[in-house]
């Protein structure tokens, strides 16, 4: 598995794996990203959040790898500014948007272009999500908001009503779109398919990746498939049981702690 350093990928979730408690990034994490990276390994990252929330990290991180970006939906390289893959959202997706808005007047929401984010609904706990972000929204209804290239809808809401949400959802039994809990706070709707893992499969399609091993880290539900897709998956000690059982490797050390830099000293310690 890890017979070739220049040859490993390691992709990482963001928000509670990568990113400690404070939405920083641990000083022992970058450290061990710099030396898996001087040594000739390659690092990135794959997140819900859109091109504008991921900025903020960019610099930091010294990228040189396309991202994934909105849960899956969106393979961006920033070196080029292209969006190398899209999969956005059937035409449908703002009336069911409105279906779900209707059934819970209190939930908050945004969908995720592009462009930018367009909140349709302010809740207190879309507020909180627009604040972690770090991102400017647009403000706008669901019926202002332009067609095409809708890449997600999230739902933000108190962590109580998620059984409800999940409720309407199965009772819709919908078709061209589905849904994943990105945390205990916000519920995502994507296309049919879409996921980490869809696309981390498209990853491994684009030029020059097909001789590449790819090692997956992350901790909440949105990452089980990226992590079973992977050639080797890994969670941190902090992951849902779901997640852990998904997982190759249950690492020591939370996201507080420094899970990734264990995990890539268990990378290097194997080679």
Known sequence: MFEDISKIVLLSDMDGTLLNSKKLINEVDLAAIQRFTHLGGHFTVATG??????????????????????NGAAIYDYSSGDALYTHPLPDECR???????????????????????????????????????????FYSTLDEIPEGEWLKVLFAMAPEDMEYIEILIRQ????????????????????????????????????????????????????????????????????EESVKKASDLVLKKTNDEGAVAELINHIINNL
């Open 49 to 70: 959040r859109t091109l504008q929330a991921f900025e903020q990290y960019r610099a930091a991180l010294k990228l040189n790898m396309p991202v994934i970006l909105y």
């Open 95 to 137: 009336n069911i948007a409105k279906g779900l808005l209707e059934a819970m007047p209190d939930a908050g929401g945004e969908v995720l272009k592009l462009d930018g984010t367009y909140v349709f609904r302010n809740n207190d706990y879309q507020k909180l999500h627009t604040k972690l972000c770090g991102i400017t929204p």
């Open 172 to 239: 819709k039994n919908y078709e061209t779109v589905s849904f994943v809990k990105s945390s205990e706070m916000f519920y995502e709707m994507l296309p049919v398919g879409v996921s980490k893992g869809s696309a981390l499969s498209n990853y491994r399609r684009l030029d020059g990746m097909t001789d590449f091993k790819f090692v997956a880290i992350g901790d909440f539900d949105n990452d089980i498939e990226m992590i079973r897709e992977a050639d080797f998956g890994a969670c941190p000690a902090n992951a």
